[in-house]
């Protein structure tokens, strides 16, 4: 059916619609409350807060029309309930993860979500027939305030108690000192406790705070519809409205959550009487809206947490690589594990048996899903929770294929009401042959990644926790809306047709056979995964995902990555989709594999099985589809594989099942190495690398390398920058010095390209104010930072390599699909990374992860990187902050010695003086933005405003630095006279 055939009523609107549209909005709108509350305080996206409520509206209804209970002290007692619910779940889930990154505590919230669903259904069954859900008042009131609005006893109920609940928070949160005391914990939570606050306690109070929002609103709700049939469903789509509209508050603002949550309530209210056919288009229009909501919200948000519970794989060594076993362990086990899988279904008695071939093969299936999250989350740090909508999008797409695709409809203004306003554009029809099952499964993978990549569009710019808020309700606009579109269903309403084929003359109608071909298709998507994870395209995107800002100085995009790692994860989710609608032959619609709460227990699922592993998401397959189906009778495996698992796992074994093999292997190798004796170290190389780029400018050598002309930065009403203008000249050392807050690494973030600014840019003559970060790196901008945190879950090797991507892209389809020619990039980036590392003496830590060395070290690896660059002006922003004495005097040697193997000039930001005042040749100083002395060394130090804004007037620094200014100026300027001239010749 198309938008203009719509059926739109005459009156489109009318006061009881707008009322009863304002008062489900304010329920929606405290449940928003509940969201900001916690979010506000501890900077947590709580995926519980629904489900949370529903154990009380649960526990409310059994009380009353099971047992009889009074209805206040029901009321009472199933919201002591959702309190202690939630108290518990910040007590022992929260507590134990507060120093972890907000999305690692995002994923826990969605475990707690899970635990409350499986709490609502241990509690005995609700009588439904012939009951209705309890409320304190069942009256009607017609005609009220002289209008025509009819209100009923719910609605008062929801009248009166939402906005005393809203004025009563809200006063608490701003105008009292706790309230402010428990929003100043979250914006820093080591400088509350100084204040005598302790933020633990705070975020119990706010969770507390938040259980008895979400049990009241639910509670509220409940009595509204009056149903209490399909209670735990309330919680989901609730909560999808519920982030919209704490989105639109910007997470922040109470009365903004309240105002979103009844413009919502409007919004439904509206479609649902003009368009009451179409079921679900409020979750599609509210997807719309969080698309551009959350885009313009998260403008100011970052989340720079990294997934420290992705498992680690110690790298075989060097020189235990020359063992065959050794050097193919991974394989050896993939092998191991496929022909148990061969043998499985071959075994007699209960093994071969179809139902158990089902079982195995949908198993298979979920873990092929799995390793969507795999890419999404454990390499991109993307929390997606649509990765099932995804895998659903496929299997329909792969139904339509097999039946034959088809499209009739008419674009216009048709569904705006009133006839004037009609008005029709065009037509679309299209028909298409049905084509063979084997051929539509690949095509629904493609589809698949091309819808995600064009979700991931949307959400380019939004990293971690908002992400989760885009694609949950994106899953919900799936499920209701998008599902049931006709060019997927073909007229179906509760599932799709999807019958298995042939293939090369094979009959797939039997599960065993059906069962190899999942096998197959699992095998082939691990080992791809395992190829790219190996190689550059992994590489880039674990250090997207580390480090955006430092992956773009070394000139790999955060948005081609991120698009990447969308529509792998989407392509490989649609390809898992696929196989299990193959599997049992339909497409369901609103059953079972892809609703959101599938999308939520893959996220589980992974994460039991070990997240970034290719292999964890068939651990996790096993133990949270297989094992309770295997053992339907033991309740310990049903606990321990649900949401409990997750929970478990999240707070006492970050890494998973798949850490267990991880430890035996690295007990392998650690035999071997004993066997071998001690490490000698890394070898170093003396003379320059045969990899190191140093191509020669042409240009005269009194044309600067780098010039940043009147550059001004402003952050809101703050000018950090003001019109500052700095040269750097070919084979020169530029010092750049000032106080704390003078504009320094601002200034050196706008000639990158990291915020924006106004001036002008000049690289090697060339204008590159309008290029982005990394097109500026390949141009030639070399860029360190001050923390010098690189890419913490990389090691020293697949750092260079990822530096080393510069010189040419890894090609993404080529690797997958093990070309030869893509085996030997590898082998050679391989080499030039080692001879790089060897070259600076890092050859002992090449296997080491950044996350394990000294800030000295890790200052290397980034000059390491500078040279895998090939950079011909270098931006180093304080080298030695964080670096011991000893290590501080080897600095100043290494950086001449790097520059003058890189013929490249240097912008140095220095804080200490007798370093920058040694090895530069000119400096400048900034102050407040704006330059304020620029000279030679002695010049500028002996510049009275210098003096006055940042040297001041110690003797003893003024001795030592002026000391060593000389002695720098009388050694340094006939070698830097001698390079220009060599470099004239």
């Known amino acids: 059916m198309g938008i203009a055939s719509l059926p739109v009523l005459g009156t489109w609107i009318t006061q009881q619609i707008v009322f009863d549209g304002v008062v489900n909005g304010l329920v929606t709108g405290l449940v928003a409350m509940g969201i900001v509350l916690i979010y506000r305080s501890t900077r947590v996206i709580n995926f519980a807060v629904g489900n949370m409520g529903i154990i009380a509206a ?47 505590v995002l994923v826990a919230t969605v475990g707690i979500a899970q635990l409350a669903q499986l709490v609502i259904s241990l509690l005995p069954e609700i009588e439904v027939s012939g009951n209705t859900y309890p409320v304190v008042a069942g009256s009607i009131w017609e005609d009220v305030w002289f209008t025509e609005i009819r209100v009923r006893g719910p609605q008062l109920t929801i009248l009166i108690a939402v906005p005393l609940l809203a004025l009563l928070l809200g006063w608490l949160m701003n105008r009292t000192t706790f309230g402010k005391s428990v929003t100043a914990s979250a914006s820093n939570p080591n400088l509350s406790r100084l204040s005598a606050i302790n933020p633990k306690t705070v975020s119990t109070f706010v969770w507390v705070m938040a259980g008895l929002l979400a049990s009241a609103s639910m509670i509220m709700l409940s009595g509204s519809t009056g149903q209490i049939a399909g209670l735990a469903d309330l919680g989901s789509q609730t909560l999808g409205r519920a982030m919209v509209a704490a989105v639109l508050a910007a997470m922040v603002s109470f009365p903004r959550a309240i105002l979103a949550g009844m413009a919502i309530g409007i919004l439904d209210a509206l479609l649902r009487f003009n368009f009451y056919l179409e ?25 720079t947490g990294v997934f420290s519970f992705t498992p680690k794989v110690r790298p075989v060594p060097e020189r235990l690589r020359q063992v065959w076993w050794l050097r193919h362990l991974s394989p050896i086990a993939l092998g191991a594990l496929l022909a148990l899988g061969i043998v499985l279904v071959q075994l007699p008695g209960i093994s071969n048996l179809p139902s158990r071939q089902l079982l195995y093969a949908t198993v298979l299936c979920f873990a092929v899903c799995g390793l969507s999250v795999t890419i999404i989350t454990g390499w991109s740090g993307q929390l997606s929770l649509a990765q ?8 329909l797409f792969a139904a339509g294929l097999r039946r034959g695709l088809a499209m009739d409809f008419t674009v216009g203004t048709g569904f705006l009401p009133g006839d004037a306003l009609s008005y029709d554009f065009f037509d679309v029809e299209f028909e298409a042959g049905g084509i063979p099952f084997m051929a539509a499964i690949p095509l629904a993978a493609l589809f698949s990644a091309l819808v ?43 599932s799709v047709s999807f019958r298995r084929g042939e293939l090369f003359g094979l009959d797939l109608k039997s599960q065993k056979a059906y069962y190899y071909v999942c096998l197959a298709f699992l095998l082939i998507v691990v080992i791809i995964v395992s190829r790219l994870r190996r190689s550059g395209v992994g590489r880039s ?76 998401a068939l651990l996790g397959a096993i133990w949270v589809y297989g094992l309770p189906n ?172 990822v530096a080393l991507e510069a010189r040419g892209r890894t090609p993404i389809m080529s690797t997958a699909l093990h070309l030869p020619h893509s085996f030997a990039l590898e082998r050679r980036r391989r080499s030039e990374a080692d001879e790089l590392i060897d070259f600076l003496g890092l050859g002992r830590y090449g296997d080491s992860y950044i ?42 040697p290494l950086i001449v010695y790097i520059r003058r193997e890189l013929g490249a000039a240097m912008l140095i930001i220095e804080h200490d003086m007798p370093l920058i005042m040694s090895i530069s040749d000119r400096v400048y100083c900034l102050e407040a933005g704006k330059v304020i002395a620029e000279g030679t060394p002695s010049e500028v130090r002996n510049d009275p405003l210098v003096i006055a804004s940042y040297l001041g007037t110690d003797e003893r620094a003024i001795a030592i630095s002026d000391g060593l200014t000389r002695s720098r100026d009388q050694e340094r300027r006939p070698h830097a006279q001698e390079q220009r001239n060599g470099g004239n010749e």
């Open 388 to 395: 099932m909508a995804f895998a659903g999008m496929g299997a």
């Open 851 to 892: 996350s394990d060395l000294s800030t000295g070290t890790r200052r290397i690896v980034e000059i390491t990187g500078l040279l895998a660059l090939g950079a011909r002006v270098l931006c180093l922003d304080e080298p030695t902050a964080g670096v011991a004495q000893r290590e501080t005097e080897a600095f100043g």
């Open 541 to 616: 995107i674990i250090a997207v995902r580390d480090n955006a800002d430092s992956a773009a100085g070394y000139t790999v995009g955060p948005v081609r990555s991120k698009m990447s790692s969308f529509a792998l994860a989407g392509g490989i989710a649609g390809l898992g989709g696929a196989l299990l609608a193959g599997l049992v032959q339909n497409v369901p619609l609103s059953e079972r594999f892809f609703q959101v709460e599938n999308s939520l227990e893959i996220i589980g699922m992974v994460v039991i099985g070990g997240l970034g592993s290719s292999v964890g």
């Open 630 to 801: 295997l053992f339907t009778s033991s309740q310990t495996v049903v606990l321990f594989s649900s949401s409990v698992g997750l929970l478990l796992v999240i707070m006492y074994f970050p890494g998973g099942l798949v850490q267990i093999g991880y430890s035996a292997r690295n007990a392998l190798i650690a035999a071997a190495e004993r066997r071998l004796g001690p490490d000698p170290g890394g070898k170093s190389i003396r003379s320059s690398p045969t990899s190191l780029s140093r191509p020669r400018d042409p240009r005269p050598a009194t044309d600067p390398m780098l010039a940043g002309r009147d550059i001004s930065v402003r952050f809101g009403g703050v000018e950090a920058v003001s019109e500052a203008t700095i040269l750097v000249h070919p084979d020169e050392v530029v010092g750049l010095i000032g106080t704390n807050g003078a504009g320094k690494s601002t200034f050196m973030n706008a000639v990158g390209g990291y915020v924006p600014s106004t001036g002008n840019v000049e690289l090697l003559g060339v204008d590159i104010s309008r290029l982005a970060a990394p097109r500026r790196a390949r141009a030639g901008l070399g860029r360190t930072f001050q923390a010098a945190a690189l890419f913490p879950e990389l090691t020293v090797r697949e750092t260079v390599q």
């Open 452 to 494: 995600a990549a064009a979700i991931g569009v949307g959400s380019l710019r939004v990293r971690g926790l908002y992400l989760a808020v885009t694609t949950f309700v994106f899953a919900l606009a799936a499920q209701q809306y998008l599902y049931r579109r006709p060019f997927f269903t073909g007229g179906s309403s509760s």
């Open 58 to 104: 649960s526990m409310m209804a059994l009380l009353v029309v099971n047992y009889g209970w009074p209805f206040w002290l029901a009321l009472a007692f199933s919201l002591l309930l959702g309190v202690l619910f939630a108290a518990a779940a910040e007590l022992t889930v929260i507590r134990r993860l507060f120093r972890s990154p907000r999305v690692i």
């Open 279 to 303: 079921i679900g288009l409020l979750d599609f229009v509210i997807f719309l809206g969080a698309l551009v909501a959350v885009y313009f919200q998260s403008r100011s948000q970052r989340e």
